[in-house]
């Protein structure tokens, strides 16, 4: 009984921080996605070509899966789905991952990454207006979202316009690219910035219509491959557009096959699905208030491998914007909490009744107004399902 109890324990804890542990991997992948994609940048390939390749890859390495495990639980597609399908396909690989490419190129990884800090203040102001998310003021885990929320962008604020000195953790002496702090004024960073802006638009959006298509359509493996199938279609039709040359196409054994391949497997087909999992389980804004984590990963990836700076400004904004997401999660755990202590509220209850007819009180939960039930005799206890 002892190592039975322990047992469901531990099973306990683990789904409790099962989220976690998964979005904290996946901050992980998108750093190593944003050095790699970088470098393969650098080397002259088209941002438009790597999004497609990169869907490519997440729809080969998805697509069986989706179709063996869910073949039997897949919801049946309709009109409306499908549209939502070609709509998140343009949000995410489309739109969000071009304008972040371009964006990359005209300034630097380590800004890139951490100008990514606003999506969770703008996917809680879109989840807002959608509805998906409660604020009450009076309640201490809303405000704490709210002031959390603004804490990250002002972090973010403090990285972007606040250099400082350099601080020299790390020896770079044998990076892949030198001279990143010479070639940083002639970035052409207010392009970049607005390119940035539209792609944390888009991906936020993205992640609001998945919040709203998983409830109509709750095959994440499915829909992930479905995401992917369309994004590399639209992807492809503009890159013929867009670049003429059929020569930039081709690919080898190098940076270009790498870039596609590990941005395709983890940031395309693994992080759709575990993001809508997780999105299903807490929310989307639960989800993006983790990407300040990549940022601290790739400014350390970036000092190592790309050469770039990390200056003091990066530090305290680093700082800030660790102590704004801890409030934002914070938040969420409170909710959590309250829809489990709701959910076991309104499961089942025992109402065992062996005597005479007798009445009852119930207390209504909606108006707060308490009913006198009457119950007829019985000897068996019952059970009734609150609705």
Request: with cysteine; charged share 15%.
């Amino acid at each position: 009984m002892g190592g039975q109890s322990l047992c469901s324990a531990l099973c306990n804890v683990l789904n409790k921080v099962k989220p976690y542990l998964a979005l904290v991997s996946l901050q992980f992948g998108y750093a190593g996605m944003y050095i790699v994609s970088m470098v393969c940048l650098k080397h002259g390939m088209s941002n438009f070509i790597l999004a497609t390749y990169r869907h490519v890859v997440a729809t080969i390495v998805i697509a069986p899966f989706a179709f063996v495990l869910e073949r039997k639980t897949r919801p049946k597609m309709t009109l409306p789905i499908f549209l939502r399908i070609v709509a998140l396909g343009f949000l995410e690989p489309v739109l969000d991952q071009n304008l972040y490419y371009l964006g990359m190129k005209l300034t630097t990884a380590t800004y890139t990454s951490a100008f990514v800090n606003i999506l969770p203040a703008v996917t809680f102001v879109l989840a807002i207006i959608f509805r998906l998310e409660k604020v009450n003021v009076k309640k201490i885990r809303s405000v704490a979202k709210i002031i959390g929320t603004l804490i990250t962008i002002i972090g973010a604020m403090v990285m972007t316009l606040y250099k400082g000195p350099i601080i020299n953790f790390i020896k770079s002496g044998g990076a892949i690219h030198h001279g990143t702090a010479a070639e940083s004024a002639d970035k052409h960073w207010v392009s970049g910035t607005i390119f940035l802006i539209g792609s944390i638009c888009s991906w936020a959006g993205f992640f609001i219509l998945q919040s709203f298509t998983l409830k109509k359509y709750p095959a994440e493996l499915s829909l992930t491959a479905l995401i992917c199938f369309v994004g590399m279609i639209e992807d492809a039709g503009l890159s013929l557009i867009m670049v003429h040359d059929l020569n930039a196409w081709k690919i080898g054994w190098d940076s270009r096959l790498l870039a596609a391949s590990y941005s395709g497997i983890f940031c395309s087909g693994i992080a759709y699905y575990v993001q809508g999992v997780v999105i299903r389980q807490r929310g989307p804004v639960f989800v993006t208030s983790f990407s300040p984590l990549c940022m601290i990963i790739t400014a350390i990836l970036g000092a190592i491998i790309l050469a770039e700076k990390i200056h003091l400004g990066s530090i305290f904004g680093a700082i800030i914007i660790v102590t704004g997401l801890y409030m934002v999660v914070w938040g969420k755990s409170k909710d959590g909490k309250e829809s489990e202590t709701n959910e076991k509220s309104n499961g089942l209850q025992e109402l065992p009744i062996t005597g005479n007819v007798r009445s009852i009180s119930v207390e209504d939960e909606m108006n707060g107004i308490a009913k006198i039930v009457t119950i007829p005799a019985s000897k068996n206890p019952f059970t009734t399902r609150g609705t």
